[in-house]
């Protein structure tokens, strides 16, 4: 165990998100995603599960280390439900505040069609599989830079 590091934050993860380069994606999806046929297609082929742990509490950990992209309009990107086109549900209002409260700033949010968010998870460079049992509590973020001070 790690100081001030979330209690799930683990030697997997930490190395997915050391290893990712700016303008890399993480795939980080509720536990009703096709996680395992997803991973295997992934650039790193990683599969980090969080068993336990929902969506929203990842996703707070893991901007505790990860910076979302400033060069784009939106380094945030969840999946559309496809009930309800268009319709931002609480489980991504919550992560768009999570992201933003992280960042400082305004963060952009797109929504992604079913079909073309499992096609965009598959080139992200690894997913990371929690137990959120929201439907659509999926989610890619796109890795920004750390800048010197």
């Known amino acids: 165990m790690l100081k001030t590091?979330?209690?799930f934050m683990s030697a997997d993860l930490l190395w997915v998100l050391a290893a990712m380069g700016h303008?890399?994606?993480?795939a980080l999806v509720d536990r009703n995603y096709p996680a395992h046929a997803t991973a295997m297609a992934t650039r790193s082929g990683k599969l980090v599960q969080l068993p336990g742990t929902d969506v929203t509490?990842?996703?707070q950990g893991i901007l505790q280390l990860?910076?979302?992209d400033t060069f784009i309009a939106s380094p945030l990107a969840h999946m559309d439900p496809v009930d309800q086109?268009?319709?931002?549900?609480?489980?991504?209002?919550?992560?768009?505040a999570i992201c933003e409260a992280a960042e400082g700033r305004e963060v952009g949010m797109e929504a992604i069609g079913r079909f073309a968010f499992y096609?965009?998870?598959r080139n992200a460079?690894?997913?990371?599989?929690?137990?959120?049992?929201r439907p659509y509590g999926c989610f890619l973020l796109t890795k920004g830079v750390v800048f010197a001070d």
């Not at 086109?85 to 768009?96: D, I, K, N, T």
């Not at 460079?125 to 959120?132: D, G, K, M, R, Y």
């Open 5 to 7: 590091l979330p209690p």
């Open 23 to 26: 303008g890399d994606q993480l």
């Open 57 to 59: 509490s990842a996703l």
């Open 66 to 68: 990860l910076p979302l």
């Open 85 to 96: 086109p268009g319709v931002r549900l609480p489980v991504h209002h919550e992560a768009l």
């Open 119 to 121: 096609a965009a998870a």
């Open 125 to 133: 460079f690894a997913l990371v599989h929690t137990t959120e049992d």
